[in-house]
């Protein structure tokens, strides 16, 4: 079983950066999808942002020009920068994996336990 461990969150004034961090127990290789995925209270989970192992990645419209992911197979990691951050940027964000070729929520197959992310003056 991949287990996946997020580091990074905070609380940070808006107009901050932060940078999200996910290490995985093993090799992260042979995982097809990876992404970053956020659930604020009351709010259904979201994908943010995806990537596959060749490192084509994708963003969400609504988060393009603020955040970016990448992955680095050889530490076994994938990051999400995040600049400009908003309040509405509050939320749990949670790093996944699968294989099935879908960045969709029922198709991850491993979670992380996630880091909050707190924006707020």
């Known amino acids: 079983q991949v287990q996946l461990v997020e580091s990074g969150g905070g609380l940070v004034q808006p107009g901050g950066s932060l940078r999200l961090s996910c290490v995985a127990s093993?090799?992260?290789?042979?995982?097809?999808?990876m992404g970053w995925y956020r659930q604020a209270p009351g709010k259904q989970r979201e994908l943010v942002a995806g990537?596959?192992?060749?490192?084509?990645?994708a963003v969400q419209d609504w988060f393009a020009g603020r955040f970016t992911i990448s992955r680095d197979n050889s530490k076994n990691t994938i990051y999400l920068q995040m600049n400009r951050l908003k309040p509405e940027d509050t939320a749990q964000y949670y790093c996944?994996?699968?294989?099935?070729?879908?960045?969709?929520?029922?198709?991850?197959?491993?979670w992380g336990k996630g880091t909050l992310v707190t924006v707020s003056s």
């Open positions: 990537i596959t192992s060749g490192g084509t990645a």
């Open positions: 093993g090799s992260i290789a042979g995982i097809y999808n």
């Open positions: 996944a994996g699968g294989h099935t070729g879908s960045y969709y929520v029922d198709a991850m197959e491993y």
